[in-house]
């Protein structure tokens, strides 16, 4: 190796030439402010729109509310100037994240050698780029041959395979459906994490948890682990903070619409944005992304079988019921509630994490086309968004050190809710077959005893 200094020095060079094709985030600072008055609310909204400031929460300046947190990321050429704007109206401000690019270089993995990636040793407490997690797709259909199926269930815009995971305990009698998606929004890094961790913890436990072997005997569980395929690469590759997905439009001068207001959900009716350089543009018409319509085609064939519907996001702690896109509640509204109640409580008794939990409309911003209210529309009983952690504290660059906790916590509350529906639609006990052969081998037992005696 002594030989060839030139080399390792020119090996050397190719990283930091890689990284700068990757946009940089150096200096940024992510601000949290809780408006005031009426007139501050109209003066943030006007500083976020002409100096085009990167609206963390919520998302739409229109949004901005007196009483209510707003978390802007304010670039670092912005900083000074923002801060003197904000000084001079007296809005106070805190810094939440004092340098947005530091952050995000604390939770990318140190290394990436391939031989991690076998599934005994699979990492669930890093983030993943894509092409491990296709591998990991693999790998636990391999090893789990007798539970888990991996199925295609479309093409991304930039024509990648999305596939699903579908795991379902072999039995003659049909069963009912639990749906869970992750990553419909790049940068929300957790929440493929979150379905990652779950289908692993469904496999590693499931002979020996019998709340889980119970649901599995009447559910199967549908999870796809990232829904938005090219976003979620173009987040690891080029941009950390990208949300949408990749579609061009305006002949490539913008690119991307917000899957989560693409569903055909009153499209395109509120908290959403026609211009395509915009984080929440809702695309050119209803499922008009191959993304959402590869996903709404199968869960349009599959309906009468789903009776929950769970899209995993982040950030802010929340589980939010149907609508967005209007405050009339759903019919089962109170039973909707009940349940996230539910399982917001078991979640905060793990690790005291708080979350709200309400209709969407009403506890965070109203939005249409989003995947949640398209799912109940439909006819899916249960439908629910989790917004994983944190509350802004790290925002969407949650740190590695708080996936395990996330997941931890989150799949109390997620088996909470399929437990409830499991049991609801499924009273009796486990299925027929076993409580049929549980009599039977009394009527044995009894018999022999009989006989015996
Ligand atoms: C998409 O990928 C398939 C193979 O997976 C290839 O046959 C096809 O030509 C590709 N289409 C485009 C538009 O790139
Ligand atoms: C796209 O480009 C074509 C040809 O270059 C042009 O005719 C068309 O008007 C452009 N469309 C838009 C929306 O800019
Ligand atoms: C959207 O839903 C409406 C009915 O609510 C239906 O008429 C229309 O065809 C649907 N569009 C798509 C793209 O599925
Ligand atoms: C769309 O938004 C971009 C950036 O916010 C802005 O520069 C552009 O003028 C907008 N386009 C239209 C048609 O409003
Ligand atoms: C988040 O919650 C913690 C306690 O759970 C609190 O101390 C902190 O101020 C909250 N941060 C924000 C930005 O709301």
């Not at 559910?219 to 903070?241: A, F, Q």
């Not at 061009?248 to 690119?255: D, L």
């Not at 949640?372 to 949650?398: C, K, Q």
Request: net charge negative; proline share 5%.
């Amino acid at each position: 190796m002594w030989l060839f200094p030139g080399i390792i020095f020119s090996l050397g060079m190719l990283i930091p030439g890689k990284l700068s094709l990757k946009l940089q985030y150096d200096g940024d600072q992510v601000f949290h402010i809780v408006p005031e008055t009426f007139q501050q609310v109209q003066h943030l909204q006007h500083l976020c729109s002409t100096l085009l400031l990167d609206l963390w929460k919520p998302q739409l300046p229109e949004d901005i509310r007196a009483g209510e947190d707003l978390h802007i990321r304010v670039p670092a050429s912005l900083v000074q100037e923002v801060k003197d704007n904000l000084d001079h109206h007296m809005i106070s401000y805190k810094v939440l994240i004092p340098d947005v690019q530091e952050l995000m270089d604390q939770s990318m993995p140190k290394e990436r050698s391939s031989h991690r990636q076998v599934p005994e040793g699979y990492v669930y407490t890093q983030y993943h780029p894509m092409e491990e997690i296709y591998q990991w797709m693999t790998q636990i259909q391999k090893s789990n041959s007798e539970l888990v199926t991996q199925h295609y269930l479309g093409k991304t815009i930039e024509n990648r395979t999305m596939y699903y995971l579908q795991i379902s305990q072999p039995s003659e009698k049909t069963k009912k459906i639990i749906w869970m998606d992750c990553g419909i929004h790049a940068r929300e890094w957790i929440s493929p994490a979150f379905c990652q961790w779950f289908v692993k913890e469904i496999l590693q436990n499931y002979k020996s948890d019998p709340k889980i072997s119970r649901f599995l005997q009447n559910l199967d569980l549908y999870v796809l682990p990232v829904l938005n395929i090219d976003g979620y690469i173009y987040s690891w590759e080029k941009d950390r903070l990208w949300r949408k997905n990749r579609s061009p439009h305006m002949n490539g001068t913008c690119y991307g619409t917000d899957l989560n207001r693409n569903f055909n959900s009153s499209w395109g009716s509120v908290g959403v944005s026609y211009n395509c350089s915009s984080e929440t543009f809702c695309g050119s018409g209803p499922e008009s992304e191959p993304e959402t319509r590869a996903v709404a085609q199968l869960i349009e064939r599959k309906k009468s079988d789903i009776l929950c519907y769970l899209t995993i996001h982040s950030y802010g702690q929340y589980i939010l019921t149907p609508y967005g896109f209007t405050t009339e509640p759903p019919s089962n509204s109170e039973e909707l509630m009940h349940v996230a109640e539910k399982a917001a409580s078991v979640l905060m008794g793990k690790y005291g994490t708080s979350y709200k939990v309400g209709s969407t409309s009403l506890i965070l911003y109203s939005n249409s086309g989003s995947s949640r209210d398209w799912a109940h529309m439909i006819g899916i009983p249960f439908s629910y968004t989790f917004e994983l952690r944190d509350n802004g504290t790290y925002g969407f660059v949650l740190p590695i050190d708080q996936i395990q906790p996330t997941c931890e916590e989150t799949m109390l509350a997620v088996t909470t809710i399929i437990e409830y529906v499991d049991q609801k639609y499924f009273p009796g006990g486990a299925v027929m077959l076993t409580s049929g052969s549980l009599g039977l081998s009394l009527c044995l037992n009894v018999l022999l005893t009989w006989t015996a005696s």
